[in-house]
Structure formats: structure tokens, C-alpha cells
């Protein structure tokens, strides 16, 4: 005589998804340059690939220096959560300020004129214009025939040098003597 017994059996998926990060964990560009985060794929030993599942969190300003975080998370149909993974992106300036004369780069005068100098201006792709950072060095005395250089240097809150511009005035003595 046969017998048939039914017998139901529950099972249970336990098993997290794993994470899996396309490209670099770190990742530093330069202020101003596009940043394309490169993503994740997710694969989970019952539901398979659930790359499409991930959510991101975290943003980068990539005209802003500074550090930032991308996060990325996935749960499998049973609700199993992934470890999430992070991936740290670094925005540096690293781009040095423009500096630009103002007027001439070589003046002359008369002795005994005066002498007021045309100045420079600096801008910077992350600080704007840091004009009123800029340091001159050298002096025109304009009462001394001679040759002067004016030397224009300036940094960037990053501490980024321009390259340097140079001045000359050449104060001449075009007065015949007495």
C-alpha cells in the first residue's frame, strides 16, 4: 500500500548582495574639471544581477575644492541588505592664478616727473579676482635717472603662484646741464 505525504519546505534567502565598485575607491580630479563617477554593479546569489537597484548617495562639486563622498547601497528582493561602499573624491586647485599687467611693460619718464603705476590684476579660477593680493616689489624713484623693475607676484587661497610679471620703468635725465 503507497502512502503520499505532502512535505513544504521554506526557503529562505539569507545571503546579502555584494557591492562592487567600477574604477578607483579614491579618486582625485582638479576645480573645474567634469567628474563622471564611474559606479558599481551589485550581484546577489538568488536575484543575480541587481546593478540597476543601487542607490547613490552623496554628490562632488567639482568647481568647489574639498573631499566628498559617494555612496552606494543595494538590497536584494529578501530585504538583505549590501555593505555599502564608499568611493572618496577629491577636489584640489591645483590651477595657479592669472596675473596681467596693467598698462606698459616698459615705461619711461623724465626725471623729475611723477610717477604713478598702471598696477596688475590677478584672477583665479576658484577665488575670483584676488587682485588686492598681489605684491609688488621694487621702487621708481623718479628724482634718480636709472632703471627700475617692478616685479608683480601673487598666490591663490590654495597657495598656487601666478608666474610673475615684470615692470620697467626707465626714468631718463633729458635736461641738458646748465
Excluded: C, M
Amino acid at each position: 500500500y503507497n502512502q503520499l505525504a505532502e512535505v513544504t519546505f521554506k526557503v529562505t534567502d539569507t545571503t546579502a548582495p555584494v557591492i562592487t565598485l567600477k574604477g578607483q575607491q579614491s579618486v582625485a580630479i582638479n576645480v573645474g574639471e567634469v567628474y563622471e563617477d564611474a559606479g558599481a554593479t551589485a550581484r546577489d546569489n538568488v536575484d543575480g544581477d541587481i546593478s540597476k537597484s543601487i542607490e547613490t548617495t552623496g554628490a562632488v562639486d567639482a568647481n568647489k575644492p574639498g573631499t566628498y563622498t559617494v555612496t552606494y547601497n543595494v538590497s536584494d528582493q529578501s530585504g538583505n541588505h549590501a555593505d555599502a561602499v564608499v568611493r572618496t573624491v577629491t577636489v584640489v586647485d591645483a590651477v595657479v592664478p592669472v596675473l596681467t599687467l596693467k598698462g606698459e611693460q616698459s615705461v619711461t619718464i623724465n626725471a623729475g616727473e611723477n610717477y604713478e603705476d598702471a598696477g596688475a590684476t590677478a584672477h583665479d579660477a576658484v577665488d575670483g579676482d584676488i587682485s588686492k593680493s598681489i605684491k609688488t616689489t621694487g621702487v621708481v624713484d623718479p628724482s634718480k635717472p636709472g632703471v627700475y623693475t617692478l616685479i608683480y607676484s601673487v598666490k591663490d587661497k590654495a597657495g598656487n603662484a601666478a608666474a610673475p610679471v615684470v615692470r620697467t620703468v626707465n626714468v631718463v635725465d633729458k635736461v641738458a646741464p646748465v
